[in-house]
């Protein structure tokens, strides 16, 4: 059977563990030479295909792409850049395929989150109405954790983790200052609580820090908030908050909209924390501090769950194998069989079921006030932190890898777009 070539690409926001799937891609794929040339990645994700400019992951040596594994970021570079539909941009699509055939890739992986396998769908589509032979294989990564059918998506075991053990950390600083009445930390989930709902998991129960939690699946109410507020100092003497970025209120207008939209058309968030503290400062006056978790939680690879980086690599790995096997328009999801042990094995969707759909917190997992998790939630969520992968240290700090990323020689004309 005749050699192809295979293209890999890292799309949307980076994780903690997206670099553990591009080593689990990138180790396989170096594993099946009987039926792998090159291994190609996208410089800036897809743009890197469209502006053909493919890195030669072969310039790297085996000890680089292993330390993939352990380091934060995306090795490849990501993008923000939604492909509009096949009629609207054909001429993207069209060169898409194009520089495949100029590098004969016959395998397309395209590591990302909704909108990512949406793209991925539709490449599967075009090049199928060019007569281009391709196998095209998403893999999933989101910290949001709202990807469908998949049970976790790699990415969010470690915002999870991080954003658990700030919670716990902040809430025994805060217990330390009398004087500091309040704390909110702001977690990224524009319509989604899942990374909110993981700060529950730093309390065994409501007496302990988090005290609220605020979910976008939750209209926000002032009053009510107040109200919770102000009970949980008189009782427990401080009040520490979880916050995710996306909380909106009763008519759909996200708390904290800027008014700006990114690449993707998502509303622009700009900053939900110092709006709730100037609520609280406004209404009950009490001394207050806020965070906003931003990047931090996200590419906190120091702190990763062992869990995570296991299922993202095993994603990167049964990408490799599908794409290899024939199979086309789907991905590797993660299937759980058991909470306790908990137990996963890998299985697969297709890539139309994912794509563009975003899957919820359920209302199973919020308590019955709004402002917490339940007990079912909690044993969703606390195998996903388990486990400890820390990088090797130098000199006190993680020591990562930056790979040589040379591009190979371009074919064709400059993309125009």
Not at 277 to 302: M, N, P, T
Not at 385 to 413: H, Q, R
């Amino acid at each position: 059977m005749k050699k192809r070539n295979l293209f890999y690409a890292q799309s949307g926001g980076v994780t903690a563990v997206i670099n553990a799937t591009a080593c689990g891609v990138i180790e396989t794929a170096r594993a099946r030479r009987d039926r792998i040339g090159k291994m190609y990645a996208g410089r800036m994700g897809i743009v890197g295909a469209l502006r053909e400019e493919l890195i030669d992951t072969g310039k790297d040596s085996a000890k680089a792409i292993a330390a993939l594994r352990h380091t934060p970021g995306g090795a490849f570079g990501s993008v923000r850049y939604k492909l509009k539909g096949i009629e609207e941009s054909r001429a993207e699509y069209e060169r898409l395929v194009e520089v495949f055939r100029a590098h004969d890739i016959g395998y397309f992986i395209y590591n990302g989150g909704g909108d990512s396998m949406d793209t991925a769908n539709k490449i599967a589509q075009v090049a199928h109405n060019m007569d281009y032979e391709i196998t095209c294989v998403g893999v999933p990564k989101t910290v949001d954790n709202d990807l469908p059918i998949t049970d976790t998506c790699p990415g969010f075991g470690s915002v999870a983790k991080y954003v658990a053990v700030s919670t716990l950390e902040a809430g025994i600083d805060v217990g330390s200052m009398p004087q500091t009445k309040v704390f909110i930390l702001e977690v990224m989930g524009r319509h989604a609580g899942w990374i909110a709902a993981a700060g529950g998991l730093a309390g065994k129960d409501r007496s302990e820090p988090p005290h609220i939690i605020l979910f976008p699946e939750v209209p926000f109410d002032d009053a009510r908030f107040i109200a919770k507020v102000k009970e949980s100092v008189e009782r427990y003497d401080s009040c520490v908050i979880v916050a995710s970025e996306g909380i909106r209120r009763a008519d759909g207008r996200f708390v904290a909209e800027s008014g700006t939209r990114d690449a993707f058309g998502h509303a622009q968030l700009g900053g939900v924390a110092p709006q709730l503290a100037e609520l609280i400062r406004g209404k009950l006056g009490y001394k207050f501090h806020w965070a906003v978790a931003d990047y931090l939680q996200r590419s906190a690879r120091h702190i990763a769950s062992a869990v995570d980086v296991e299922q993202a690599y095993a994603m990167g790995k049964a990408a490799v194998e599908m794409a290899l096997a024939g199979v086309h328009g789907k991905l590797p999801v993660i299937v759980r069989t058991s909470d306790q042990p908990y137990r996963w094995k890998v299985g697969e969707a297709p890539l139309a079921k994912v794509a563009n759909v975003e899957k919820k917190l359920p209302k199973k997992y919020i308590t019955s006030d709004g402002f917490h998790i339940t007990n079912a939630c909690r044993r969703y969520l606390a195998p996903l932190i388990k486990g400890e992968d820390y990088p090797p240290y130098k000199d006190g700090l993680p020591m990562y890898v930056k790979l040589k990323n040379e591009l190979a020689k371009k074919k064709l004309p400059a993309w125009e777009g």
